[in-house]
């Protein structure tokens, strides 16, 4: 690609040669000529270059060590990416600028490197020389933000002359794709550390304070005919002159099930910020607390339209299989239809630009000229929306007609778009995906996912359960809705019941200090703060609601949401029925 | 590997010159340049003509003194001087060393200038519209920091060096175009006797004579290239060509066809 510079040189050398040699001016047509030889050679010795050598260049990444095609990250760990540029012939390209392509789901840290950074700004990137057959290397450090899939597509390289005359793009493909776990918190137990029981039962199994097999003495009662003769207390009954029976405790597993909630709304957002990464990151969490004492844990996860089930187990193993799961479930592979939009035709555009810049290349991706329509900057607009519906139809092998129907179709082309955006790794946010009018939730369909889910689940479980939900009820006007019968129903199994709700911000009742309004002058921080007050208000009356219900509730914001839900186990365990003690 | 040993991340390895002690800067070989440059033009001319000499003197300032000068107006400066300065020649062109020292003198002027532009974070305007160019000039005038650029796709280097290989080949690039001109120019007329045949005042056969010549070597340099290029397009490449190829041919009828499936589409929906 020619640079205005030299787009300008080339005019005034031109011109110069012209009026040189018509005007019999020897000198000035002398230098203008030398000029314009000086660009062609240039041009030459570019195309060369960027024809020839550069697809001689090999990138190997390294990921935590390793060069495999595949593996497995975590999220908020830091991962240490290293990028070479290997000739595989001797080349001699004098600037270049290599950048490795970021995926969405990745944010490149720069705190550790300030003195670097004096230097370069973006530390996924370098500007460097190649010569001969040595390779040039680059690193950097960064973190996967949300749960789900991380793809590394490749390094996109620029190459210019050192005279700035001309520019030209390229990519090369260096495909590594991960799997992102999400990274459970270590949570403080609140149980207590004073010993208050004789026998101490294996790790997993709990004293339910309800007649059973157990260890621990519950109750001495009156003997009942067909009592066995072993539990009779003999000398208790020689005491009181008449027969007692010994009753001991139950000793049960207490297990924990968690219902995640993977519809639409929360997914939507930046990787990292969705309602599903705090719910995912809770959820982890929660496991491996539950774990850490052998407690079984199974998962429910929920979305619009099914739930698929995990049964529950306990291990390393299961918890692996568990975030693997949740994981899988982040990933956003089917998002809802799009409408076509200007700014999803520009990001797509601009995505191809890094991406594919080969396929853009006017000289390879013709378009056939038209004077229609009449207006330039519409004109140029339709020859690019032809350039990407060629290259999208190359990437999905679409039908040999399917690029008219792409130019003209617009709701193809943003499915096309759409899908293309996805694949590069993008989040579902404006303009991949659009929010359905002002409202994000399907609460028909979800409720009765989870409505049904719940009571399966109930209908299969013993007594003294635990059932967490991770579901995104904030923005419901009347919570929890049709939810509720199924949370009686499991009350009424004596289970305890957890809801934990995702929330951007600390929106526990109370939180929001309404003085400092007054100081707010812009139109932004007014509004953040109103939202923020709607979500408070959306929360005292969750909370009042399911309160009624029996129900505890934690926000995702709050650091104590999982600790709630230990408390809540710790309940369970015990048998009684509140913390102050009453059975 | 790298002949630098220094793998640092984001380490420029272009700015590792500067440690050597051959290396020379790019504002120090861009200054030596213009001054060179801006001698050889200026000797070239009477020192009598007042008019010449108080321009060439505003050009060094503004070639020396401001840095961010655009590499077109600089030729344009210098197109105007030889113009005014020089008398025609009637005899045809005065391919004579001096002729050619001031053509290495302009090119060397211009190879260092937008060198030391491009390698400086200049307001290189790629690309950009005329309104983005002001605007990129204003930012760097301003000294915003880099991250401001690189949103207009500017280059940018903090510190650069030209070593003494790269001066070497800069001097090439400034010997060989003014050569190769001076060769092609010799050959201009081809035939003494064409202007008569052909019914043309002289300088414009020579002119007509010089185009077809530059163009007929800028075809077949291209037509050379495109011959490399094409056989080592990936497959990919190829089909979107061949298709993009198809497209020209058919493109009125397909879209009329599709144009109808839409418009019967959405009156079926409606």
Redesign the interface.
Known sequence: ?I???AQ??IL??V????????????????????????I???W?LF??RV??QL?HLRCVRTVNGSTSESGTLWTGRRVNVSVEIIPERRVRI??I?LRDWQPENLTIDAAD?LA?C??????N?????I??K???????TARAKGAGHLAFRGVSVCV?D????F?AKRFIPARQSFKVLPTSATVDATAPTVKRVNALPPPGIHRLQRAGMGCELLELREYVPGDPPKAIAWKVSARRDQLMTREYESEVPVRTTMFVDCSFGTKHGEFGERPLDQIVRLAASIARSAMSVRDPVGLVMCDDANARHMASGAGDRHFFQMLDRLSENSISTSPPPVQFTQQLMDETWRVAEELHP??LVPK?????FTWFPIRRSKRLERFRRTRLA??L??LYSLP??Q???L???NARMAEACQRFLIDAGYGWTWPVVDRRGNELHDWHGKFEVLSDALTRVVARSHDHELLVLLVDLLDHPDPPGRLANAIRLARAHHHRVVVICPCPDDCRPGSHNFHDLASKQSLSRLLSHAERARRISSAEKLQKTLRRLGVAVAFASDGRAAQLVLAEAELARSGRTSRVGSR | MQDNPDRRPGHNILADTQKQPDALSAAAAYIIFAGLSALFVSLWFSPNDSIITIMIAVFLMMTLGIRFWSVALILLMVQAGLFLAEPGSIGGYSNSPGSSLVAIGVLALLISCSRYLTLTSSPAPFRLSNRSSVQVAFRHATREPRKDFAEFGVLSRHDSTVSSGELFTMLARTVIPVVAISGILQLVPLDPDTPEIARLIPPAVRTITLGIILLVICVLANSFLNIFAWRRHSPSEARVFLRSELSKWIHREVSRVSRRRIKFRSSRRH
């Open positions: 690609m640079t205005n510079r300008w040189l005034l050398g011109a110069g040669s012209v009026v040189g040699t018509l005007a019999n001016k020897g000198l000035l047509a002398h230098a203008s000529l030398a000029v314009l030889a000086w062609f050679g240039e030459l195309r060369w024809e020839l697809r004098p600037f600028r490197q670097l004096e230097t370069n700004d973006w530390p990137e370098i500007d460097t020389s010569s001969g040595a390779s040039v290397e680059f690193s950097y210019f050192l005279q700035g005359l520019i080969e396929l390879i991706n013709q378009v056939p060629a290259v139809t190359e040999a007609d690029p008219q129907n130019i003209f179709d």
